[in-house]
């Protein structure tokens, strides 16, 4: 690069505080295009004030953000990078930061390994013996490095450690992490952290994901301010130590396809701070409550054959065992009245029969997915108006769609959740439900009154609803027969505001011959220049029925799609035996008077919705032109009633 503008960058660095610069110089030599969240999580860990150091960079232009990505120039890289060789050259002391394996071995020649303070190295091959006189260590980073030889030493000062594969049994015993902030070993071959106690007083963060010889956990008692244990695919851990009842800060707690997991200790049932818990795959565990618990996934932790309802009679003992089968058939999901902050509950594939009426007062409530379930029917949802994600996909018995709510306007705090930005009713795979009709007319009118309340902020959600059906509704003005269709380019009406994007598709799903094999299937809509990728995926285990779904998209508009021209297309990715034929498609540009129109239509024939509480009044709801609902009180001795139109 030209000196002089080398020279001018270099100003820029100069003007920096002392931490900004280690800021700069971390980023600069590790984690140019990482993602925000991970660098300012990894910075803070090393006591680096993230937020404001960040924000400095920006404002001096050194670094940028976007799409939730630290940038960094590639001047500014290199400008960095020289800055350590620099310091290198002039004072061996400074030397403070490796990332590459050469780097290693001239520390070692030099003797300059108590001065390292950070090392991250990607695709490597080292002798663990090196790691040994790295006393002065805060931050370590391993990620596909063979390491060979025996481990045998650790710096105490580490405040940082991530190594994905760590090869072994167990960490160096001489190692006495007292500052230790995170500590994250994934798809490790650890059998046992250490043997005998270690003090960690700052742990936050324990992440043994995919660890798959990982027989035992220590006492929870040695890092009391714990906030994340996530021992997900585990799968020879058998039992949790009864301290984990001591974690009074803990927030989010993963026991994922923890298969051999046969004993829970009572006392979780203290923890309070719990917000979210995922026990899928975990089949020999049961809870009795989750108080306060915002998030909830036990997938498929329970045989068929469990009940429920028996959890609530449940004797507390030092370690709750598989339950015993029991003499009826139903089984039902405890009362959630003690858990009303939840905000995500996934209790899909649990062999359940029935849901407590009380899981429609979860008003906080934003994602529910049901699917796999065994349900007939549901209890109403429609207090549920903060509901963004719905799933009741493969629930092989259901009759009937729940009551849905009225959707209403998102906070800002939700917007980023995942949830969001991919809003949707799925129920794919019901074929006992009777009314299509019905349920086309509730799963469409709640889009529409969707998009009405969310579309000041379009490009934060995008909507996708799976219904069963074989025909593209005539609202459709574009329709073809096949899997694309030609768009047109938009065209703009005076006095009418375009807000989106909808389009559909007709599709059948079967399996065409047996197999022993996982079998799956996807389906890609391209739309408006590819900048739309939305996949739908169906696991064929779980597939039963042949008939017909239709697929409905709607996509916020953006002033980019105003001159493209390239056609609405689905394509289909299929695996083991499945067989997917996209039958139909079409598609409409949405404008602001169409919602009105669009919803009028859905809901013509229900004029006044009313519905008794617990002291017999009732609220009522009318439907006037202007597409808002009014309230009044009154007294009527029914419970939920449906004037209609004569």
Request: aromatic share 12%; proline share 5%; glycine share 4%.
């Amino acid at each position: 690069p030209d000196k002089d503008v080398m020279d001018v960058l270099r100003l820029s660095f100069d003007d920096l505080r002392e931490t900004e610069k280690e800021i700069f110089l971390h980023i600069a030599c590790f984690f140019n295009t990482y993602t925000e969240k991970y660098v300012k999580n990894v910075l803070n860990c090393c006591e680096f004030h993230a937020d404001i150091g960040l924000r400095v960079l920006i404002d001096k232009s050194l670094v940028s953000i976007e799409d939730e990505t630290i940038l960094m120039h590639n001047l500014l890289e290199d400008l960095g990078r020289n800055i350590v060789a620099e310091y290198t050259s002039k004072e061996p002391k400074k030397w403070r930061r490796l990332w590459f394996e050469k780097q290693f071995y001239d520390v070692m020649l030099e003797n300059m390994e108590k001065n390292v303070e950070a090392i991250v190295l990607n695709y490597e091959d080292v002798d663990a013996v090196i790691f040994e006189d790295f006393s002065n260590l805060r931050l370590l980073i391993i990620d596909h490095v063979n390491v060979s030889g025996s481990f045998n030493c650790l710096s105490n000062e580490l405040r940082y450690i991530e190594w994905s594969g760590y090869p072994f049994m167990y960490l160096p015993s001489c190692f006495q992490p007292n500052q230790l902030v995170e500590l994250i070993l994934k798809c490790s071959s650890i059998k046992q952290l250490w043997e005998g106690k270690k003090n960690l007083p700052k742990l936050r963060i324990l992440d043994l994901r995919y660890s798959e010889n990982l027989i035992k956990i220590p006492d929870f008692g040695e890092f009391p301010n714990l906030e994340r244990l996530n021992l997900k695919g585990c799968i020879q851990l058998v039992q949790l130590d009864p301290s984990i009842g001591l974690l009074k800060k803990i927030v989010y707690l993963n026991l994922r396809y923890c298969r051999s997991l046969v004993s829970i200790p009572n006392n979780i049932f203290g923890l309070r701070s719990l917000i979210v818990l995922k026990m899928h795959g975990c089949s020999g565990c049961w809870f009795k409550e989750f108080n306060n618990t915002r998030h909830l996934d036990i997938s498929e932790s329970a045989s068929h054959s469990q009940s429920m309802s028996s959890i609530c009679k449940w004797t507390p003992k030092p370690y709750h065992s598989l339950l015993p089968t029991p003499t009826t058939n139903t089984v039902m999901f405890p009362s959630l009245l003690s858990i009303y902050c939840l905000r995500e509950v996934d209790i899909s594939c649990c062999g359940l029969s029935q849901l407590p009426e009380a899981i429609g007062c979860l008003r906080w409530l934003e994602m529910l997915n049901l699917g796999g379930n065994n349900f007939v029917t549901l209890p109403s949802l429609r207090e549920l108006s903060k509901l963004v994600h719905l799933n009741l996909e493969d629930c092989k018995r259901l009759e009937s769609l729940p009551e849905l709510p009225f959707p209403s306007t998102i906070e800002q705090d939700l917007r980023k959740n995942r949830y969001w930005k991919r809003a949707g009713l799925f129920i794919f795979n019901c074929p006992k439900i009777s009314d299509k009709e019905r349920c086309s007319r509730m799963t469409f009118s709640w889009m529409t009154q969707f998009i009405q309340m969310n579309n000041e902020h379009p490009a934060f959600f995008y909507i996708g609803i799976v219904n069963p059906g074989s025909e593209i509704p005539s609202l459709f003005n574009n329709q073809s027969v096949g899997s694309s269709i030609p768009v047109s380019p938009v065209t703009r009406y005076k006095g009418h505001n375009i807000v989106g994007f909808l389009c559909c598709a007709v599709f059948s799903l079967a399996h065409c011959y047996p197999t022993t094999t996982r079998s799956w299937a996807m389906l890609e809509l391209y739309a408006l220049n590819n900048v739309v990728f939305l996949p739908v995926n169906l696991d064929g285990n779980l597939i039963t029925v042949t008939s017909n779904h239709i697929w409905l998209i709607y996509f916020p508009w953006k002033s980019s799609y105003d001159d493209l021209y390239a056609p609405f297309h689905v394509k289909t990715k299929c695996v083991g035996g499945l067989d997917v034929e996209v039958k139909k498609c079409g598609y409409r540009w949405v404008y602001k008077q169409d919602l009105q129109e669009l919803n009028s239509k859905m809901m013509h024939k229900h004029k006044f919705l009313e519905f008794e509480d617990d002291n017999h009044n009732y609220t009522h709801l009318k439907y006037r032109r202007n597409n808002t609902w009014t309230r009044r009180s009154g007294r009527t001795s029914s419970k939920w009633i449906t004037k209609k139109k004569h």
